[in-house]
């Protein structure tokens, strides 16, 4: 469900496979290509959704696929306790500023 809503924004890359599967894990990382990873998850932060940002101790890899590590990603992570209204909560907060 998060992974469509990703796919179908512009200016959103999706760190990994960007379609569900079991190679997929739920663990969500992703960018915009004019919003910083801050401010997304800012924005979830806001609407009591627990999302952060950052390298993730990920420095190199961040660097090689071209992405700032200073800046880092946007991670969202959901495991099997997470419902769906959760994951359309999420969704909600976030397809304003997306």
């Known amino acids: 469900r998060f992974l469509e809503f990703l796919g179908s924004k512009p200016g959103v890359r999706v760190i990994g496979r960007a379609v569900p599967g079991p190679t997929r894990l739920p663990t969500m990382s992703f960018v915009h290509n004019s919003l910083a990873p801050q401010a997304i998850s800012d ?56």
């Open 43 to 98: 924005v979830a932060v806001a609407a009591g959704i627990g999302m952060r940002c950052g390298n993730f101790y990920s420095v190199r890899l961040l660097e090689r696929m071209g992405i700032d590590p200073a800046a880092g990603v946007a991670r969202a992570s959901f495991a099997h306790y997470n419902t769906v209204e959760e994951v359309d909560r999420l969704i909600a907060a976030l397809e304003p500023i997306l």
